[in-house]
Nanobody
């Protein structure tokens, strides 16, 4: 069973905005972090933004700083990715990632191996 489910992906023009949502569908255990990865065609999956429930710390990929904002609802069951000033290079499938630990292997927040829960992905296409 997929625990986290994304929504909100669509096609937009360069300079446009989108908000993605990711919801924890079975909050029986606390997720220590929820966030977003992106996979462009022919590319590896890369970490875009991550939010840690304890303290609300966030991390962002350098390419999206100042344009993308990650946030979470007060119940800590849904995380959002507000994307502004979208560029063609932002095109890809956006995956929600989450984990109860987020420190399974002691690696970087942007390492996919650190996350045990993945959504099915939502397509974002930025094109004129």
């Amino acid at each position: 069973q997929v625990r986290v489910v994304e929504s909100g992906g669509e096609s937009v023009q360069p300079g446009g905005s989108l908000t993605l949502s990711c919801t924890d569908t079975t909050p029986t255990t606390t997720l220590a972090c929820m966030g977003w990865f992106r996979q462009a065609p022919g590319q590896r999956r890369e970490g875009i933004a991550m939010r840690y429930s304890a303290g609300g710390f966030t991390y962002n990929h350098d390419s999206v700083k100042g344009r993308f904002t990650i946030s979470q609802n007060s119940a800590k069951t849904t995380v959002y990715l507000q994307m502004n000033n979208l560029k063609a290079r932002d095109t890809g499938v956006y995956y929600c990632a989450a984990d109860e630990s987020c420190q399974r292997y002691g690696g970087s927040w942007s390492a996919p191996i650190e996350y045990s829960h993945w959504g099915q992905g939502t397509q974002v296409t930025v094109s004129s």
